[in-house]
């Protein structure tokens, strides 16, 4: 398996909503990261989760909330966000500097 | 000054024609280099790779990086309508991933007319 798999592929979500967004990988990779990307533009660093402990913060909102339950799985968990938080959130995994996969995203839109 | 920079902004070039895409960096520690494709609405995708300077060919493709210009390029040959997609240069300082950051370039939209 050499996927990254990322649930919802689509999520509306009010401002008062919470909602999770869900990324797998099976690849035995020991890093795992979220990306924000807004339209036109590039994939912005959020989290990085090394060996299952929160490496980096990029100053994200405390309204995303980064867990990783084990060494597969990766949530971001969303609670009270705002329109301008609506994106492409883009999971990816690694095992070195060139091993980076990324999966499909999650489109979110808040309403 | 953003700390990567690419370009050319969107490019429309005809099918079979050569594209070329840079990207200039200010972070010395940079040693890895990657540029990924990424068609719309789908994640990016891994083409390319190089440590430090040097060449690197992968059938149409070829990446160059130049460290003392702090230069990336990425070569198209033969291009196809199937290369249409946004094309990302990457870097990253070190090895592992509890403290790495990769930083993409701002994106190239190439559009291949047939």
């Known amino acids: 398996d050499t996927e990254v798999t990322q649930t919802p592929k689509h999520l509306v979500m009010g401002m008062t909503n919470k909602k999770s967004l869900k990324c797998e990988q099976h690849?035995?990779?020991?890093?795992m990261y979220w990306y924000k990307q807004k339209a036109k533009k590039p994939p912005e660093l959020m989290f990085v989760y090394s060996y299952e402990k929160l490496s980096i913060n990029e100053s994200v909102p405390s309204r995303f909330s980064p867990e990783c339950p084990n060494s597969s799985l990766l949530n971001l968990h969303l609670h009270a966000l705002q329109p301008e938080d609506s994106a492409l959130y883009l999971c990816?995994?690694?095992?070195?500097?060139?091993?980076?996969?990324f999966g499909s995203g999650t489109r979110l839109t808040v309403v | 000054q953003k700390e990567v920079e690419q370009d050319p902004g969107p490019l429309s070039v005809p099918e079979g024609a050569i594209v070329s895409l840079n990207c200039t960096y200010s972070?010395?520690?940079?040693?890895?280099f990657m540029w990924y494709r990424q068609y719309s609405r789908k994640g990016p995708e891994l083409l390319m790779y190089?440590?430090?300077?040097g060449n690197k060919e992968d059938g149409r493709f070829t990446a160059q990086v130049d460290k003392s210009s702090k230069y990336i390029s990425l070569f198209i040959r033969d291009s196809q309508p199937s290369d249409s997609a946004t094309y990302l240069c990457?870097?990253?300082?070190?090895?592992?991933?509890?403290?790495?950051?990769?930083?993409f370039g701002t994106g190239t939209l190439l559009a291949v007319q047939p």
């Open positions: 972070n010395s520690a940079f040693q890895y």
């Open positions: 990816a995994s690694s095992d070195s500097n060139y091993g980076y996969t």
């Open positions: 190089t440590y430090s300077s």
């Open positions: 990457a870097m990253s300082a070190e090895y592992g991933g509890a403290t790495n950051k990769l930083i």
């Open positions: 690849m035995g990779h020991r890093a």
